[in-house]
């Protein structure tokens, strides 16, 4: 028997590294004698079952594990656990809000190809809520990023986003990459950032780095907004940054401004397209001046870690996420891995920290059957601390069956 586990993150809680391994765990407590693949801390466990099924004459039991994601913090993570010519590279840049730090992107040689995660360099979770100042914040941190891959021999370039800290359509990435953004005075304006971005009258982009045009760019996202408007990056991203309700109405104005200043430069109103809403408009940046291709965070990672491949020869696979309800059909990556799963017709078990209202929908999507890992009874900060240990004996008692 073959079992896949690849669960996502849980929000605030776990990462998908970590839940992976908490759900081996379980496994392993349940059945000693399974044999483990791709978790570094549980092979030898595995040895010892590979001794003790050989003994006893027991059938073995293979367990698989890939940490999922959606793009945002904690991809290239998950990418390097799974794929072994993924090398991670670090980098000096700077957050959000402009305070030096150090950075990882990754490089994957094989495939000439560079990724990186906008989150490592203009992440929310890295400015404390008293420093956040969606006004001032900005994505020149990733541009910083961007230079540095390019000095290497690639051919594609992949920026993940999520989890971002900005709303300024990715004005700081682009200047860092050489496009300069110039007042009536044509006169560089004091900061890339949405402070400013009203004073904007004219953009030049010929300084853009030309090495940029030579590769194939693609932007990973599961957020699907436009740029501007009441689906838009200001109005259903930046309260959760810490936008006051007058402050949002402020920000997509500036928005909708810098929007019609790049339209004339290509011919097309990227703004509304699908995307370009993501990452604080970052996406609008990526798809206009990158002219980036668009595919979602779970299929980017479905395509380097042959996710579809390890599904069809599963004969189990165990996912999971920190809650699940209507809203995980929206392009969540548990909705990916129900879709392969449904087209290998494999079962698929999901544990998750709430099951909320709707989630039966995915039943008809894929998914097998879901279990909360919360017993009740405690508090959500309690269960959130105790997560590894409630997820670990959620799978223990879910695989105890497969002892049958």
Known sequence: MKILVAPDSFKESLSAIQATQAIQAGILAAIPTAQFTGITSLNNESDKGAVAAQAHGMPT?????????????????????????????????????????????ALLEKQATAIIEMASAAGLQQIPPEQRDIFQASTYGVGLLIRQALDYPIQRLV???????????????????????????????????????????????????????????????????????????????????????????????????????????????????????A????????????????????????????????????????????????????????????????????PLIAFAGRLQEGYQDLYEQGLTAAFSINPGGISLEQAMQDSVDLLCQTSRNVMQVYRL
Not at 72 to 93: D, F, K, R
């Open 279 to 346: 990452a604080g408009g970052l996406g609008f940046a990526a798809l206009s001046f990158l002219q980036a291709k668009f595919v979602s965070g779970v299929t980017l990672l479905a395509e380097y870690t042959q996710l579809e491949k390890h599904i069809a020869n599963a004969d189990l696979v165990i996912t999971g996420e920190g809650s699940l309800d209507a809203q995980t059909l929206q392009g969540k990556t548990l909705a990916g891995i129900a879709q392969l799963c449904l087209r290998h017709n494999k």
């Open 61 to 105: 039991i293979q367990v698989h594990g890939i940490p999922m994601a959606d793009g945002g913090e904690g991809t290239i993570e998950c990418l390097a656990y799974s794929v072994p010519s993924c090398q991670i590279m670090q980098a000096h840049t700077q957050n959000a809000m402009g305070q030096s730090i150090e950075a990882n992107w």
């Open 159 to 277: 920026l993940t986003l999520g989890g971002s800290a900005t709303n300024d359509a990715g004005l700081g990435m682009l200047e860092a990459l050489g496009v300069r953004f110039l007042d009536e005075q044509q006169q560089a304006i004091a900061a890339p950032t949405p402070a400013y971005m009203g004073q904007i009258h004219s953009v030049d982009v010929s300084g853009l780095d030309p090495r940029l045009a030579k590769l194939e760019i693609i932007i990973a996202a599961d957020v699907r907004n436009p740029l501007c408007g009441p689906n838009g990056a200001a109005y259903i991203f930046a309260p959760q940054k810490g936008a006051k309700p007058e402050q949002v109405e402020m920000l997509d104005s500036a928005l909708r401004q810098f929007a019609d200043k790049v339209r004339p430069l290509f011919q097309h109103d990227y703004a509304q397209q699908s995307g370009a809403g």
